[in-house]
């Protein structure tokens, strides 16, 4: 992240105004934009995007707004681009049920397609947009262009009133569509200071400031801003991939976040503060420190947990066991507890942080050293440590001490075993708060690798059958993820039915699965299978013997990727084949040998086969010894991958002796 240093007032006379497009007003020459010439692989692109926000100042209200206004204009070159006339404008709330939430106005939308000589304009109609409440905390606006075809144009325009001042407008200058030009004028009042950084790898083409008189007139008073000038031309489409945090924190864009205000009255208000200021704010507040000193709440309930065990990490298990059966995780984040602790118990529901701050009471409860750790789930974003933004954290979790170790609890998900975070969780660094000491930052990891084991003990038949057993055990994220799926089903047996189906060549005839709801232990899964491998009276029997979780596709297609891949945890798989062929049989043909490393031990991979007395082996190693590889890392592991899935596009053959 680059710090834009901002100057209130500049004197820039000689610099250009930057200004909106006339709507409708198209050229030729995007009539007959080649895409070739920014990206060959466009399915569209914005051919103009410009927006402006501004603070106004609500006489009726007594309050400042924040004014946005967006205006895009977009050429479709194929079906493939329809996507981009599916618009989608997001509106924020409190959740409150008040009227201090966002509000969309003066939207307006058409398609343009060249027909006999000039452009055909189809506007659309305002029964086309509809509203989708997301949350209590955010509705969408969605509607469809009219009309579009292949070498459409589209274009619109809207202006969202909002009572959300502190991060002003964020600017998002890349998508996941490439943009020619893309420009943010931003109107900061003389007297209100923001913070301004650049987010992402590409430099601003422009970068402007000017003076704008009377730009904010206030109980008849006329007020000067600086008007904040942003230009990226040229913009490349922005490419997810897998194994990524937030886009947020790799898109290029504008972020904004207010520092002070000066009022007309000579006061002033500080809104980026220190941490001390943080810490005493947030160990004060209701919802957040106050909820942590609940422990009282607990006093009755904390000894029928623990017995008269001293044991402190037992009983912080025990404790940990209770909260996860006791109170139903909502599906709500937040920092901050919507009710109280003792309202938490009683209804057996909450936000993460109506659960959290209760965990965090019982371990109190017990006597146990607890605290509370806020954080940025890894969908939301990276948080901003030049200085305190409260804004930036959206989750809150429990960090309890014992001994020389320090273990980080989210009772939210039942499935989760202690000491582990879900995946979500893991992001970067928290920001740990302390009732009584000041708050730090630690790092976000996942406490164990994951593991998973897989082996497939069995037999061959005359007839060309493997009869055998494969045993999975499973520990870290990769059992986490393992139980969630099971119990998306109303039974284990409808579970095992539904694998049974999607398994092409592989019949299960019987099956065991242990630990289930005992997350401590390794989750355990035993299948009897049968499964062909070639047909009664052939000589030649040809089987790919990678049939236990394959690798098919490279999850790694970008030419380059700019971002890190985050894989959340370290992880090793295991996989064992031990198939007793038939006496008048042979191994003619087999997978070679494999030994490929990641640089700087990154990871591994291991492929061995060999027979012995009949006994055919096939055993794989796969090792990924980190959480996070960097983007120069990047073709390393996209190599890594091309190979694994070459090796395992190998057949073994077994062939009947004459």
């Keep these: 992240m680059r710090k834009l240093v901002i100057t209130a007032l500049l004197l820039a006379p000689f610099l250009a105004n930057a200004q909106d497009f006339d709507f409708g007003k198209l050229t030729h020459e995007e009539r007959l934009f080649d895409r070739n010439k920014i990206d060959s692989n466009a399915n569209a692109v914005f051919l103009k995007e ?10 009726e209200t007594g309050h400042m707004k924040l004014v946005y206004q967006y205006h895009a204009r977009i050429k479709l070159f194929n079906k493939e681009g329809f996507d981009a006339a599916n618009v989608v404008i997001p509106i924020y709330k409190n959740g409150n049920g008040n009227n201090d939430q966002e509000f969309l106005s003066d939207l307006k939308a058409s398609t343009f397609n060249f027909q006999n000589g000039k452009f055909e304009e189809s506007e659309m109609s305002s029964k086309a947009v509809f509203n989708e409440e997301k949350s209590k905390y955010l509705s969408l606006s969605k ?8 070498n459409s144009i589209i274009e619109y325009q809207y202006t969202i009133e909002s009572p959300y001042l502190f991060n002003f407008k964020t600017w998002h200058f890349q998508s996941d569509l490439p943009k020619l030009t893309s420009t943010y004028v931003a109107y900061i009042p003389a007297n209100y200071k923001y913070n301004v950084s650049l987010r992402g790898f590409y430099k601003l083409t422009e970068n402007k400031a000017e003076l704008s008189s009377g730009c904010l007139r206030i109980a008849g008073k006329d007020m000067d801003c600086s008007k904040l000038i942003y230009n990226m031309k040229d913009v490349p489409a922005f490419l997810e991939e897998d194994y990524m945090t937030a886009p947020s924190n790799y898109k290029s864009a504008i972020y904004f976040e207010l520092e002070e205000v000066h009022y007309l009255t000579g006061s002033s208000q500080k809104y980026t503060k220190s941490w001390k200021d943080i810490d005493y704010e947030l160990t004060s507040r209701k919802e957040f420190g106050g909820q942590m000193k609940r422990k009282d709440v607990f006093k009755t309930i904390v000894p029928s947990i623990i017995g008269t065990s001293t044991d402190e990490l037992q009983n912080a298990k025990a404790i940990f066991e209770y909260i996860k059966k006791q109170v139903k995780w909502n599906n709500y984040y937040g920092k901050y507890s919507e009710t109280s602790v003792k309202e938490v118990i009683d209804r057996r529901s909450g936000n993460v942080a109506d659960i959290n701050f209760a965990l965090i009471s019982a371990l109190s409860a017990a006597n146990l050293d607890v605290e509370a750790v806020m954080i940025s789930t890894r969908d939301n974003g990276t948080v901003n440590k030049l200085y305190p933004i409260i804004s930036d954290f959206n989750y809150v979790v429990a960090k309890v001490n014992i001994g020389e170790t320090s273990y980080l609890l989210d009772a939210t998900e039942p499935l989760i075993p202690f000491g582990l975070l879900p995946l979500r969780c893991i992001n970067d660094q928290g920001r740990v708060i302390n009732l009584k000491k000041p708050s730090y930052w630690m790092d976000m990891k996942a406490s164990k690798r994951s593991s998973s084991i897989h082996s497939l003990i069995g037999k061959m038949t005359e007839d060309g059958k493997i009869v055998g057993t494969i045993t999975s055990i499973s ?6 993820n393992n139980r969630r799926e099971i119990k998306k089903y109303s039974s284990v047996d409808e579970y095992v039915e539904k694998l049974d189906e999607r398994l092409t060549n592989m019949k299960i005839k019987n099956y065991t699965i242990k630990n289930i709801d005992s997350v401590e232990n390794a989750l355990i899964e035993e299948y009897q299978v049968e499964f062909n491998v070639g047909n009664a009276g052939e000589t030649d029997n040809h089987f790919n013997p990678f049939f236990i979780n394959p690798i098919r596709k490279n999850p790694f297609k970008l030419n380059e990727r700019n971002y890190p ?3 959340g945890a370290a992880s090793e798989e295991r996989i064992s084949i031990n198939i007793i062929l038939p006496e008048n049989f042979q191994l003619k043909e087999q997978p ?7 640089p700087n031990q990154g990871g591994r991979y291991l492929l061995q086969t060999n027979l012995l007395d009949k006994n055919l082996t096939i055993n794989q190693q796969l090792l990924f010894s980190k959480a996070i590889y960097t983007s120069e890392e990047y073709h390393y592991l996209k190599e890594f991958y091309n190979q694994i899935i070459q090796t395992q596009k190998s057949d073994v053959l077994i062939s009947k002796s004459n």
């Excluded at 469809?144 to 075809?149: E, F, G, R, S, Y």
């Design 50 to 59: 410009y927006g402006t926000s501004r603070l106004s100042y609500d006489s």
């Design 143 to 150: 509607f469809t262009l009219p009309n579009i075809k292949e």
């Design 475 to 480: 520990g870290g994220f990769h059992a986490f």
């Design 565 to 567: 891949v985050d894989l």
């Design 592 to 598: 070679k040998d494999l030994s490929i490393g990641l």
